[in-house]
């Protein structure tokens, strides 16, 4: 560099956006006015599987091409990545991953689309668009409760909603009678109101629907070491899953994650 008396430009008016540091990084992506995209492309309601598994490939591939992701969870048209707490990805500069992972989230959401939605092309006057935000989280526990917070209030207590309320509009109601009828329900209401009116046993929905999905490395046991220990070790083989991740089984299963 030339060291040139233009250089004080970038010194004094380039902000720095560094995270903190030793804190695990979560990227959260949302579909930019997805209600209107998801009637455009015709989902299905409440849940169009097609979506939700373009939406996993998606996270799978920025597993794949970004080694310091250690955990990703998503529904409908959100995705959260978890990065290393040690990561020093982009020197933890928050515009910078943003700026990378929505560059590369889009452009396999373009590329995958056709794949998932043969008969649909993607149209740039409607085209998908995403925003994404950083939080810094200091430890273990409190991001495993930042997970368990977007799987029960978000994707569980939105899914329930949806559910019971496209049945009622499905079976005749119009939007505003069916939003009438359960707008002041409980959860157990609305698993009544599903199971006695439609004949339809909530819990044994789909788990990608009621859960969520999770995309993580796998975990195996090598067979021995020299010592005849043996040995665990990470794959690379990606796992996209539906399990429960608010209570500890699923973090006691694969200790390997999130462990800090
Ligand atoms: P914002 O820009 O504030 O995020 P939004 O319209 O995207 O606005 P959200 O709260 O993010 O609002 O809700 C996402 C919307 O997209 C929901 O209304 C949902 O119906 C629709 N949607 C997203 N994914 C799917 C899917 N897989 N199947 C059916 N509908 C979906
Ligand atoms: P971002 O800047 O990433 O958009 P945000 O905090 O606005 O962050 P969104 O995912 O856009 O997060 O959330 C807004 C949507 O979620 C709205 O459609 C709102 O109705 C719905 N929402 C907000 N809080 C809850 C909640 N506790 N349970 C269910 N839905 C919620
Ligand atoms: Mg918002
Ligand atoms: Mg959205
Ligand atoms: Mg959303």
Known sequence: MANSKYEY?????EAEDKLMPST??????????FHKF?????????????????????AKAMLEEFPDIEFAYGFGDEYNFVFKKTTQFY???S?????????FFMSVYAREWKEFFPDKDLSLKSAPFFKFRTICYPSTTIVRDYLAWRQVDYCHINNQYNTCF????????????AQDEIKSSRSQDKYEILLKQFNMNYNELPAIFRKGSCVFRDKVEEKC???GQPVERL???????HPDIIGDEFWVDHRHILKG
């Open 235 to 241: 794959t690379s083989k990606l796992v996209i899953d």
């Open 9 to 13: 430009v970038k010194a004094l008016f």
């Open 225 to 227: 070491n020299g010592n």
């Open 166 to 177: 496209w049945m009622l509009v499905k079976s005749g109601k119009n939007k505003s009678e």
């Open 91 to 93: 020197k933890r500069c």
């Open 24 to 33: 695990w990084i979560v990227l959260r992506i949302n579909g930019s006015n």
């Open 95 to 103: 515009s910078k991953i943003v700026s990378i992972g929505v560059s």
């Open 38 to 58: 998801s009637d455009e492309y015709g989902f299905e309601k409440p849940n169009d599987e097609r979506a939700l598994k373009l939406m996993n490939a998606c």
